[in-house]
């Protein structure tokens, strides 16, 4: 893991999406999505995971109620943002557009996503213009 360990494994990753998807779950229902099969070492798996998940602050635990519930604290767009500036970071140098321009190859790029990306960097063409007038 880089940065400090702050960056989320496969796994975690994993019990994120169930997070996003469903919101605040208990560490049961955590287990029938994760591991239908079951088995001995689920619990237990599970339980590290949370456990590091919790260390980097990507979820919280409300203890208050008869059964343990566990919720994100961190968004899906939040952790999509820090893993692509670490990408740019360790690839690019840094360099946002030298990581857009690998992934966005217009020989590659669908129109419907060409025309999105437009869009996009009109958006924040306008929100910086307007931006400058204030």
């Given at each position: 893991m880089k940065r400090g360990g702050r960056d989320v494994t496969e796994a975690e990753l994993a019990v994120l999406e169930v997070l996003?998807?469903?919101g605040g779950v208990t560490v049961?229902?955590?287990i029938d999505r994760l591991y239908p099969a079951g088995g001995a070492s689920a619990h237990a798996t599970l339980q590290k995971l949370l456990e590091r998940?919790?260390?980097k602050g990507c979820i919280g635990r409300d203890r208050t109620g008869p059964v343990q519930v566990i919720a994100a604290t961190v968004d899906r767009e939040a952790l999509v943002r820090r893993r692509l500036r670490d990408v740019a970071d360790?690839?690019?140098g840094g360099s946002l557009s030298a990581m857009l321009s690998h992934l966005v190859n217009p020989r590659r790029l669908r129109p419907g996503d060409r025309k999105a990306l437009h869009q996009l960097l009109r958006q924040l063409e306008d929100e910086e213009?307007?931006?400058?007038?204030?």
């Open positions: 996003w998807e469903e049961r229902r955590l998940l919790e260390a360790d690839l690019c213009t307007r931006g400058e007038e204030s």
